[in-house]
């Protein structure tokens, strides 16, 4: 069955250190790939996306994802963290019968001064 | 730049009472999703249309139906409403250019949500 998988439900790091939030799917076929990024109370906004091509991917926001397929990976990563980056992350993958977006069940990143 | 609004933001009934959710999507966008996500959860895929026809359909209760207009924008009807209904839904859109059997390179794009709750 297609699933997505984010073993980690909370992550606390300290401002300035750095980041990688770990996605790991079961596909059969090619997957789209996607984070996005929920502050509390929000709508889900897109951090970056992987199709095809450049294994690694540049987000907004200083955020970046390498996508390998030997390890059915996605992981998110951020070199130096800011308090503001404190939200939920959800990682999501493009499903094979349609166009609807399989979302993990998100990790939960607390920042500390 | 426009984004994809949502509306109420906030929304509340009481059992048994129906619910209208509207979704406007970025302009030129003709396709759109809705999400429901309940507290604590990942948002779970409802339904979604394309030039006004269903293109997917995931864990949607009979209870509700959706439908998109000739403006691309979508109403989520929820009937019949349970406290179980109670969550955050969400609309997000996208440009289609849907194929059928091959994977849509859709970005979509999410509104802020409509949270409902049921009492």
């Known amino acids: 069955a297609q699933s997505v998988t984010q073993p980690d439900i909370h992550i606390t790091v300290s401002e300035g250190a750095s980041l990688e939030l770990r996605c790991n799917y079961s596909?059969?076929?090619?997957?789209?790939l996607f984070w996005y990024v929920q502050s509390p109370g929000q709508g889900l906004q897109l951090l970056l996306k992987?199709?095809?091509?450049?294994?690694l991917v540049q987000g907004i926001k200083g955020f970046e994802a390498e996508f390998k397929r030997s390890q059915s990976s996605f992981n998110l990563r951020k070199p130096s963290v800011h308090w503001s980056d404190a939200a939920e992350y959800f990682c999501a993958v493009g499903l094979n019968s349609g166009y609807a977006l399989n979302f993990g069940k998100g990790t939960s990143l607390l920042v500390t001064p | 730049a426009a984004g994809v609004i949502q509306s109420p933001r906030h929304l509340i009934k009481e059992k048994r009472e129906t619910a209208t959710l509207k979704c406007y999507p970025i302009p030129r966008h003709d396709t759109v999703y809705w999400y429901q996500q309940g507290p604590g959860q990942d948002p779970q895929f409802l339904i979604s249309?394309?030039?006004?026809?269903?293109?997917d359909k995931g864990s949607i209760p009979d209870r509700f139906s959706a439908q998109q207009f000739s403006d691309y924008h979508s109403e989520l009807n929820m009937s019949s409403l349970e406290l179980g209904d109670s969550a955050l839904y969400f609309c997000a859109s996208s440009l289609g250019g849907i194929t059928v059997g091959k994977l849509a390179k859709n970005i979509q794009y999410f509104g802020a949500g409509t949270r409902l709750s049921v009492l």
């Open positions: 249309f394309y030039e006004k026809m269903q293109s």
């Open positions: 596909y059969g076929a090619t997957p789209y």
């Open positions: 992987y199709f095809s091509g450049d294994t």
